[in-house]
């Protein structure tokens, strides 16, 4: 009788690897994650060049003095501000417009994935004069960063939205900038 029997080796999880505040056990690196991080990489720079990376942001009218932006983000859906005239304001907006249904008629349209929502809006990242960025995952990670431009912004928010799930890439859900 010969019977052949499937194994697979997986090594034990280290918990020192764990990233603090996650609730995720990290999962093992994939013989396969350094290529597939070098492909994303590419894709993403390739598509920063093309100006696919983020869609386009709101014009929102700039105000004199009005350097300040948000993002604000909750289970399935978003809002930002950019060029507002204090961090107040620019949270104040940035969680209206995520706490909006889509498909309500305001000058500017919402920016929630779905009507209604789930989930409280939360203020995810604050910045002046500069750039910001929120990336998502598929299962509730997400990252932000602040940079000097919209390129070094995504980049980091991608990587540390990566940092909680290596093996799911994340996409930039959104990416602004203030005027200088």
């Known amino acids: 009788m010969n019977e052949s029997v499937k194994m697979s080796f997986r090594p034990p999880a280290d918990p020192a690897r764990r990233p603090s505040g996650t609730g995720r056990a990290p999962r093992p690196p994939h013989r396969w994650h350094g290529l597939r991080a070098g492909l994303v ?5 390739v598509g920063a060049a093309a100006g696919l990376a983020a869609p386009a942001a709101v014009p929102q009218t700039p105000r004199a003095g009005a350097t300040w932006g948000a993002i604000a983000a909750r289970a399935d859906g978003y809002g930002y501000a950019f060029n507002q005239p204090s961090r107040a304001a620019a949270e104040q907006v940035a969680r209206a417009q995520c706490e909006r249904p889509a498909g309500t008629s305001s000058a500017a ?15 995810r990242v604050w910045f002046q004069r500069g750039c910001a960025a929120l990336a998502t995952g598929n299962f509730g990670e997400w990252g932000t960063a602040t940079g000097t431009d919209q390129g070094v912004a995504t980049r980091a928010a991608v990587a540390q939205c990566d940092a909680h799930l290596p093996t799911e890439p994340c996409r930039v859900a959104v990416g602004i ?3 200088p």
């Open 177 to 179: 900038c203030s005027s």
């Open 109 to 123: 349209p919402a920016a929630t994935d779905r009507p209604g929502g789930r989930g409280t809006c939360e203020i």
């Open 41 to 45: 990489a590419l894709l993403l720079g």
